[in-house]
């Protein structure tokens, strides 16, 4: 599918901008980037690609119907990709209202946007056009943990029943189910994507792994909730975006499909590794680990997540290019690289403190 006209919501976020540098560079498409640009959304992550005649930016909240209605009706996409969520755990524990809105309201007014503007398409356009919604795993709720259970453990497959532990997984999974009953109730053509944990360059480090390579590279301490044995499954980010865009142009309307990593991790050797890879690029005289330090356990806290992603390798012909080992050391060498586009998205408004503790 060629030049077609692809919104994406949130295309200033980590994911989000991963996508829309990766249809730029890689296709002909065109490419409407909605975001809000709240804390997590930096246009710096596209800087490179402001003057690509294929690009546009519309600085437009989700949450208001009246701006998605003119964006539909200026723009005329043939693709929505639907990124734009709150999405960090910590911050859904202390403010979950900014989670309902955004990623429950915010969804419903982009359906029913993308619903009314794909009513007035002659039939051909009808059968092109795509809502792709991209999701999390941890709608799943938590698989059992090695030290819980001996053999063969269970993934996530695409017919998990949604069990979600935090206020961002449950806002996550009404959204979800918000675009499944669009599909069934008004035919309007949907396809749900759930990932496992991205990691990669642009991400704002509030999450784990950019918090911990700065704040090695600081002196500060590596903080690590609990023991640190929550596993996680990574998936490289630029992998992540590669399977969206193959999902949005050749995903069947009405399936959804699991993306991951194939690399599960505790927590603790994604650190351990950090340093590894830290204390062999900028040397200091103490090993990077020895800032290491465990703290109180994030409330409601899920021990593992894990993808069986086997139906986009046999439908869509996808797997992850990148294993961990070389998606985290690129990761590292970015962050060393881009110390400025650190400073600027910290931008004074968050110092790398913990987030989501109930007091």
């Known amino acids: 599918m060629s030049n077609l006209k692809i919104l994406v919501t949130g295309g200033a976020g980590f994911i989000g901008s991963a996508v829309v540098r990766y249809i730029i560079e890689n296709t002909q498409n065109s490419v409407i980037n909605l975001d809000k640009l709240t804390y997590a959304g930096n246009l710096e992550s596209l800087k490179f690609i402001d003057n690509n005649e294929r690009y546009v930016f ?39 209202a900014e989670f ?31 809502f792709h919604h991209i999701s999390t795993d941890e709608v799943y709720g938590d698989l059992p943990h090695p030290d819980e259970q001996e053999g063969d453990l269970p993934l996530f497959t695409e017919k998990t029943p949604y069990a979600p532990s935090s206020p961002y997984s449950a806002s996550k999974a009404s959204s979800d189910h918000l675009v499944r009953a669009w599909l069934r109730t008004y035919g309007f053509p949907t396809i749900i994507t759930n990932c496992s944990n991205n990691y990669g360059p642009y991400h ?11 704040n090695a590279l600081e002196g500060k301490e590596l903080p690590i909730y609990g023991k640190g044995d929550q596993i996680r499954d990574w998936l490289y980010v630029d992998d992540h975006a590669r399977a969206l865009y193959k999902v949005a142009t050749e995903g069947q309307v009405g399936e959804t499909y699991n993306i991951g990593g194939h690399n599960e991790k505790q927590n ?13 690029l900028v040397p200091k005289e103490t090993k990077y680990s020895e800032q290491i330090t465990f703290v109180t356990d994030r409330p409601g806290h899920d021990r593992r997540y894990a993808i069986n992603s086997s139906k986009m ?18 990761t590292v060498q970015w962050y060393l690289d881009n110390k400025k586009w650190c400073q600027n998205v910290q931008d004074g408004s968050y110092q790398r403190e913990r987030l989501g503790k109930i007091e």
Not at 102 to 129: C, D, H, S
Not at 204 to 214: A, G, N, R, T
Request: hydrophobic content about 40%; proline content about 4%; some cysteine.
């Open 313 to 330: 390798s046999k439908e869509l012909n996808w797997t992850p290019v990148e294993t961990f080992e070389t998606g985290l050391r690129k």
């Open 58 to 96: 519309e600085q437009v909240d989700i949450c208001s119907r009246e701006e998605l209605d003119r964006v539909f009706k200026t723009h005329q996409p043939d693709v929505v990709m639907h990124l734009a969520a709150e999405s960090h755990v910590d911050r859904s524990i202390t403010g979950p």
């Open 100 to 130: 309902i809105q955004t990623n429950i309201v915010g969804t419903y007014n982009l359906l029913e946007a993308a619903r009314e503007y794909w009513n007035t398409l002659e039939e051909n356009e009808k059968q092109v056009f795509r």
């Open 204 to 214: 704002f480090p509030e999450k784990l792994i950019p918090l911990v390579i700065l």
């Open 268 to 280: 603790i050797e994604v650190v351990e590794t950090i340093c590894t890879i830290l204390d062999e």
